[in-house]
């Protein structure tokens, strides 16, 4: 065999191949199709009511009617419900955070907890502890005996996302981590992303703000009305004026 021949690409951790998705009679995503490589980023963009949740929420089983090809490590999903995909190591941080208001923050970090991962071909996978959580969301390490819904809503995101960090995810689906919250927080969610990154992990982004997408992201996949309009790498959609303008302006 030539030594020069180029390594075959490895699998995609995360694929997508004609996935539909309906709220009853609504038929919400058409024919959606991505992937998402190891230790990669990837922005799902596009206006809202484009489909970029719902993607998300179909990954995960969270969506009542679908159909169409989710496979995550080889394995496929469709017929999974949502906390045997979360078991896989498939980590879920919605937009609305669904956080235990009554529990501790402590107590919420530890009910998100799953065993250590080791990757198919016998690598250690992640392995978060609140140690290395608070090492990256350190205003949460003060914060551990407050109860959850008394925290700023800024403050529930950070923990969502620490909570989802406790199971060990292999790739983490990220909803909306930039909307409504402080400056502050959005540079924490961004060296979140960069650090999981570094871990070996990797992102599915839902995200609006193309400069913060910019920031984290490989490459991106651009929805409009439920449908892929555009995928490239994110210099690419950097430099694509005209199709910022047409599905991503407001």
Known sequence: MNDDRKRAAPPPLLSLAGLNAWYGAAHILHDVSL???????????????AGKSTTLKAIMGLVPKRNGQ??????A????????VARLGL??????????????????LMAGRQRPRTWPDGRP??????????????????????????????????????????G????LLLDEPSEGVAPLIVEQMAQMILTLKARGASVLLSEQNIHFAG????????????????????????????????YLAL
């Open 35 to 49: 992937q998402v490589g190891p230790g990669e980023v990837v922005a799902l963009m596009g206006r809202n009511g």
């Open 70 to 75: 989710v496979r995550f490590m080889g394995q």
């Open 77 to 84: 999903l469709e017929k999974r419900q949502p906390y045997e």
């Open 91 to 108: 980590g879920y941080v919605p937009e609305d955070r669904r956080i235990f208001t009554e529990l501790t923050v402590k107590e919420n």
């Open 125 to 166: 996978g992640l392995n978060w502890s609140l140690p290395a959580v608070f090492e990256l969301f350190p205003n949460l390490e003060g914060m551990q005996d407050r109860p959850a819904g008394a925290m700023s809503g800024g403050e529930q995101q950070m923990l969502t996302v620490a909570r989802t960090l406790m």
């Open 168 to 171: 060990n995810p292999y790739l």
């Open 215 to 246: 920031l984290v992201s490989d490459r991106a996949y651009v929805l409009e009305k439920g449908a892929v309009r555009y995928s490239g790498s994110m210099d690419e959609l950097a430099a694509d004026e005209d199709v910022r303008r047409s």
